[in-house]
């Protein structure tokens, strides 16, 4: 059976929804109802059903493009996955395409922490997007001064304090993101690392965002050569 938020999602994520979605009525609220979600024993296979309107735009693989206009999100931290949607829904980051996705009348807490699940269990991508390669030297000892603290050694992230995994990110989605926070648009950034990347050149950013897309999750997180997701083998992409 396709859920209700099947339809909501498809519908929103297109962009013909007929209502208004700019701010949300209570975002604090908002955001404490969501991240009920943490506390939540997942269905697994609810979230397969609830992800295929997340792959519209995701993909069924949910690796994302080389663009970096969407990220890789399999293999992603459930903790965070679960932890970004209540903060668009607060409106602590600002993402108007996602921002449908975290509403509760479309999306319940259950439902969210079934579908965080079901993309946290997705085998990450053997190839996603890197930056030109030249200061890999510079972006490693960057990493390893301000980054590992919080992201893990091999930007692995850490569940317990919902540090994302960089770790096989694409390049230009890092570095879009980083000036996000860096510029004040992802307000839910801690605030040590917005205070610490004002000092950083463009070099810098280049380097360590080149380094960390560079950063290989563990084998048994990677997709087998040529893997194709199985629980959509129908999807075409728009």
């Not at 519908?11 to 949300?24: E, H, K, P």
């Not at 609220?29 to 992800?51: C, D, H, I, R």
């Not at 990450?124 to 590992?148: E, F, T």
């Not at 390049?171 to 990347?197: E, S």
Request: net charge positive; with cysteine; glycine share 6%.
């Amino acid at each position: 059976m396709i859920t209700r938020s099947f339809f909501g999602l498809a519908i929103l994520i297109l962009g013909v929804s007929t209502f208004n979605i700019t701010y949300a009525d209570d975002p604090k609220k908002a955001a404490a109802e969501l991240e009920t979600a943490l506390e939540l024993t997942p269905n697994v296979e609810n979230g397969k059903q609830v992800y295929r309107a997340c792959a519209v735009c995701h993909q069924p693989e949910g690796w994302g493009s080389i663009s970096g206009y969407y990220p890789q999100i399999a293999g992603q931290i459930r903790t965070v996955i679960i932890k970004q949607l209540a903060d668009i829904r607060a409106r602590n980051r600002d993402n108007p395409t996602m921002l449908p996705f975290a509403k509760l009348d479309i999306l319940t807490p259950q439902e969210i922490a079934d579908v965080s699940a079901y993309i946290a269990n997705l085998p990450m991508s053997r190839r996603n997007g890197h930056g030109p390669g030249s200061y890999l030297k510079h972006g490693k000892q960057i990493y390893d001064k301000n980054c590992a603290e919080c992201h893990g050694d091999n930007a692995e992230g850490v569940a317990e304090d919902h540090m994302p995994l960089l770790q096989g990110q694409h390049y230009l989605y890092l570095v879009r993101q980083f000036k996000w926070i860096r510029d004040g648009r992802r307000r839910n950034a801690d605030k040590k690392m917005v205070k610490q990347i004002q000092r950083f050149s463009n070099r810098d950013v280049i380097a360590v965002m080149d380094y960390i897309s560079r950063l290989q999750p563990p084998q048994e997180k990677l997709a087998p050569p040529d893997w194709r997701n199985p629980d959509f083998p129908r999807f075409r992409s728009h």
